[in-house]
């Protein structure tokens, strides 16, 4: 069955850096879009960046754009998402997803997703 397993997060002081991992197994990784998205309690689910099967399309949500990076592996199974200048705000549980399809990587196109990593961002 699908299994989605997210690693690299913690605490983090504002400005600096993080990387997430998601390791991928199951399925065909390498067929389908990804995507990143974080849940903040009482808040609901932000999607917050996704890549397509090839990883030549990328988006990412206003929020993040210019500090986070997608990316992905398909030769091992992983996703990432390179976190650079991290503020409070960004504390949140992060989670990785499959999309159904191998281009469409916005919310409402993915079918699995993962426990998530938790972000903490704190001076």
């Known amino acids: 069955q699908v299994q989605l397993v997210e690693s690299g997060g913690g605490l983090a002081q504002p400005g600096e850096s993080l990387i997430l991992s998601c390791a991928a197994s199951?399925?065909?990784?390498?067929?389908?879009?990804m995507s990143w998205s974080r849940h903040v309690s009482g808040k609901g689910v932000e999607w917050v960046s996704g890549i397509n099967a090839d990883g030549s399309d990328i988006d990412y949500a206003d929020s993040v754009k210019g500090r986070f990076t997608i990316s992905r592996d398909n030769a091992k199974n992983t996703l990432y998402l390179q976190m650079n200048s991290l503020k409070p705000e960004d504390t949140a549980l992060y989670s990785c997803?499959?999309?159904?399809?191998?281009?469409?990587?916005?919310?409402?196109?993915?079918?699995?997703w993962g426990k998530g990593t938790l972000v903490t961002v704190s001076s």
């Open positions: 997803s499959k999309a159904s399809s191998s281009s469409y990587y916005y919310l409402d196109g993915m079918d699995n």
């Open positions: 199951g399925f065909t990784f390498s067929n389908f879009a």
